[in-house]
């Protein structure tokens, strides 16, 4: 079936430093997502993006976030500058439509931040 | 904020039987609910959905729906030992552009 591919699926960054996480997403999707999974905890949703845009974020999404897509390319996040708190695995998501709710994931880029 | 909680946290059955999972959800505006399924080291990956109270059935799973109670549950006949994998509930408001809210999961391990 349609898969989303994240690249990578560990990195390992100090404190401060910047970091982009990246998502190929299902090739005909329109809506992009990121999630947050802090280790024994549910995942918490962090932003959706659509046609360029930053359709809604939630409280996790802080300013330190940005996410983006040019010329159709990955679909990314990048954290500048990292905190200890960072640390999770960040989940993407895609899918066709909003009304079509099937998101199909990645399996999951898991940040450590030191 | 909605809150969304799940039981059991985990759960062991053998090879053959039927399980069934619960989702309980605060927000009765809520339209959209689904069921996800996770293998280790997997992506999550949709099983089923529903819009509206009443039940619906795909092959061994069915899902059923009562809002007014604020609860949902997945139910998994004949169990096998390839569905042992953590099974995540979501639910939406209708206006929220795909903003699913996730429950912790429930570990299910199904014994041969």
């Known amino acids: 079936g349609p898969k989303v591919l994240q690249i990578p699926s560990h990195q390992i960054i100090d404190m401060g430093q910047m970091v982009t996480l990246n998502c190929d997403p299902v090739?005909?999707?329109?809506?992009f997502y990121w999630y947050k999974q802090i280790l024994g905890q549910q995942m918490e949703f962090l932003v959706n993006?659509?046609?360029?845009?930053?359709?809604?974020k939630s409280k996790l999404f802080k300013d330190q976030f940005s996410v983006e897509r040019p010329d159709g390319s990955y679909f990314t996040l990048k954290i500048q500058p990292t905190a200890l708190e960072d640390s999770a695995v960040y989940f993407c998501?895609?899918?066709?439509?909003?009304?079509?709710?099937?998101?199909?994931f990645g399996h999951g880029t898991k940040l450590s931040v030191l | 904020q909605q809150k969304v909680q799940q039981s059991p946290e985990s759960l062991i059955v053998p090879e053959g039987a039927m399980t069934s999972l619960n989702c309980t959800f605060s927000?009765?505006?809520?339209?959209?609910f689904a069921w996800y399924r996770q293998h280790s080291g997997k992506a999550p990956k949709a099983l089923m959905s529903?819009?509206?109270?009443g039940e619906k059935e795909e092959g061994r799973f069915t899902i059923h729906l009562n809002k007014a109670s604020l609860h949902f549950s997945l139910h998994i006949r004949d169990s096998q030992p390839s569905d042992s994998a953590l099974y995540l509930c979501?639910?939406?408001?209708?206006?929220?552009?795909?903003?699913?809210?996730f429950g912790a999961g429930t570990q299910l391990i199904v014994i041969p």
């Open positions: 998501a895609s899918s066709s439509t909003v009304s079509n709710e099937r998101l199909f």
């Open positions: 090739s005909n999707h329109l809506y």
């Open positions: 993006f659509y046609n360029g845009k930053v359709m809604e």
């Open positions: 927000d009765s505006a809520s339209q959209y």
């Open positions: 529903i819009f509206s109270n």
């Open positions: 979501a639910v939406r408001r209708g206006s929220a552009l795909g903003r699913l809210h």
